[in-house]
């Protein structure tokens, strides 16, 4: 980051009407990966999935990227997941980031990855590849998800394992957090699958719904629309791929203003 001399330089170059935020913690997974967690300004709400515009002054300029809020609703600090793409406009600097540093965030969320534009249903179940899994990270945090589904199904699938520890101790997180984990109790399945090193679950998702393994792995029937909710997060061919086979088993996809049976988002970068 090109960081000016006094904080009164830096101050006056933050454009008007977004937050600027302090960076609290960053984990680097992999070359890849890394999460961090910054302030939450007072003002600020959303729902559990939706994203927000994140940003860094580059230069005298700021640049933004859409990113999932990966914390739930009721946080008191943000938490976001992201890749680290060599030449992205944004990431290419945002992975340098280090506690104290600040971070831009335009003011209006929004998304569609919400439990509001579901209709009522059994079994809820959250598709992700890579950082796709950052909405669900905030979903399966929040209390109104175990009220309104009897189980939930986080899917993740990475290139290889190192990639799957975030969505790993994340489910760790919750099973040993003091309410939180009396709450997802049982409720909360992750099944987690690599693509290009070995694994006990292996194969892209998409694969594994159609072959069926990803049902008899987890003991339940077949998607059914009376009974079964989706919600997907991924690369655009992972979005289109995943779709068609809801669609197959008769699920239909919903919206903010128009509730259904499944609902999608695409997984940010750059
Ligand atoms: P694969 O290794 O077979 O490409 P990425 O890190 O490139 O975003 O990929 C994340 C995961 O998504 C990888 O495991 C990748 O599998 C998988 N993937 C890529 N394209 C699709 C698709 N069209 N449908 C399902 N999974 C996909």
Request: with cysteine.
């Amino acid at each position: 980051m090109n960081a000016p001399t006094t904080p009164q330089e830096f101050a006056a170059k933050i454009p008007d009407g977004v937050y600027a935020e302090t960076v609290l913690s960053v984990e680097h997974y992999t070359d890849r990966l890394f999460r961090f967690r910054m302030t939450r300004p007072a003002g600020f709400r959303f729902r559990s999935g939706e994203f927000a515009m994140i940003g860094l002054m580059v230069g005298e300029k700021p640049v933004y990227r859409a990113y999932s809020i990966a914390s739930p609703a009721w946080d008191e600090e943000l938490e976001f997941f992201s890749i680290k793409v060599p030449d992205g406009p944004l990431t290419s600097h945002l992975q340098m980031i280090k506690p104290g540093d600040t971070v831009l965030m335009r003011k209006k969320p929004t998304g569609t990855l919400v439990l509001d534009a579901l209709t009522p249903g059994k079994r809820l179940y959250m598709f992700s590849t890579g950082t796709g899994i950052a909405p669900f990270a905030s979903l399966i945090r929040d209390p109104e998800t175990y009220e309104k589904f009897e189980e939930v199904i986080l899917t993740h699938t990475c290139r290889d394992v190192a990639e799957l520890k975030y969505g790993i101790d994340l489910v760790d997180e919750i099973r040993n957090h003091e309410f939180l984990s009396e709450l997802a109790g049982d409720k909360l399945k992750l099944y987690s699958t690599t693509t290009r090193e070995d694994y006990p679950h292996q194969g892209r998702i998409t694969d594994l719904i159609e072959n069926g393994k990803l049902f008899t792995d987890l003991g339940v029937a077949a998607l059914d629309p009376k009974i079964d909710r989706g919600m997907i997060c991924g690369s655009a061919a992972m979005l289109k791929d995943t779709k068609d086979l809801l669609e197959k088993s008769g699920l239909t996809e919903g919206a903010n203003n128009k509730p259904s049976e499944f609902v999608i988002e695409r997984a940010f970068v750059g």
